[in-house]
């Protein structure tokens, strides 16, 4: 009696009766890979605890950190999201990466042969994830900026700022973030793709401060300085640079990384 079940299950496997794998459980495994680790789970609370500490700081210092002026809400949510996208990115990279450090990705892939399963679950872990922090960094922003200015003694009417600025600044935490996802799918290296994802852009802003020229060449690659550009004035002829910068640090290490990892020897 106790070996029956044994039995049917393995009759099943023969006829190839088994049941099949459902992405939904694939899913609910990678959304459990992205605080699996010690690691993980440390990046996760320290890029919660930053957002609470910056925000604390511009309740309590509002009227000190903007001289008087009375801001509208994303410049708080720009100052509590710089220190956490920097936080969040490696916690992207780590989901994609860490597997290949520790080669448990032969497992991976034994259990799933299907690799762009894989790679389309990690890709929802990565959307879904985004839009979380990114909505805990916008709640932060209004409440900050409402205290700050409740605080100060200063009107809470004209903090209120037009839809598209808000989608501008959801565009760009979520390029960001979509870079750090295709550099460490082509990458698969943990050191390599962070210092890719966090250097590479600032490298980018130096550069263009070595003369006219440098600025105007290396604008069309500086994602992240064109994506704070348009927030701060929505110049419409930047959605060209932004277009051009995007597929340089998110399609193209996108496609070679979904090819690359498609081809690859799980060793």
């Given amino acids: 009696m106790t070996t029956a079940p044994l039995d049917r299950t393995h009759a099943q496997f023969r006829r190839g009766e088994a049941t099949p794998l459902r992405f939904a459980n ?5 959304f459990r890979k992205l605080l ?12 919660l605890g930053s957002a609470l500490v910056v925000a604390a700081l511009i ?47 032969m497992t991976t892939f034994t259990l799933v042969p299907r ?3 894989i790679m389309a679950a990690k ?12 909505g805990l960094v916008a709640g932060l ?18 903090m209120w700022i037009p839809a598209k600025d808000v989608a501008l600044d959801l565009l760009a935490f979520g390029l960001f973030m979509a870079s ?56 419409p002829g930047l959605w060209p640079q932004l277009l051009v910068a995007s597929v340089v640090w998110v399609v193209l290490p996108l496609v070679a990384g979904i090819w690359w990892t498609s081809r690859r020897e799980a060793a």
């Fill in 180 to 235: 750090a996802f295709a550099i460490a799918l082509l990458v698969q290296n943990s050191a390599a793709a962070i210092a890719i994802v966090l250097v590479g852009p600032m490298a980018v802003q130096i550069l263009r401060q070595f003369g006219q020229w440098m600025n105007e060449a290396f604008a069309w690659i500086d994602m992240n300085g064109v994506a704070q550009q348009m927030q701060m004035g929505g110049d």
């Fill in 59 to 105: 309740v309590a210092f509002y009227d000190t950190l903007f001289d008087g002026a009375a801001n509208h809400w994303l410049v708080g949510a720009f100052l509590i999201r710089m220190p956490v996208q920097y936080l969040f990115a490696p916690l992207i990279v780590l989901l994609l990466t860490s597997e290949w450090g520790t080669r448990s990705v």
């Fill in 115 to 117: 690799r762009g399963l």
């Fill in 123 to 134: 890709g929802i872990v990565t959307a879904v994830t985004t839009l979380v922090v990114w």
């Fill in 26 to 30: 694939v899913l609910t495994v990678e």
């Fill in 141 to 158: 922003g209004v409440a900050s900026t409402y205290l700050g200015r409740d605080v100060a003694g200063m009107d809470t009417a004209g």
């Fill in 36 to 47: 699996a680790t010690r690691a993980n789970q440390v990046l996760a609370l320290l890029t």
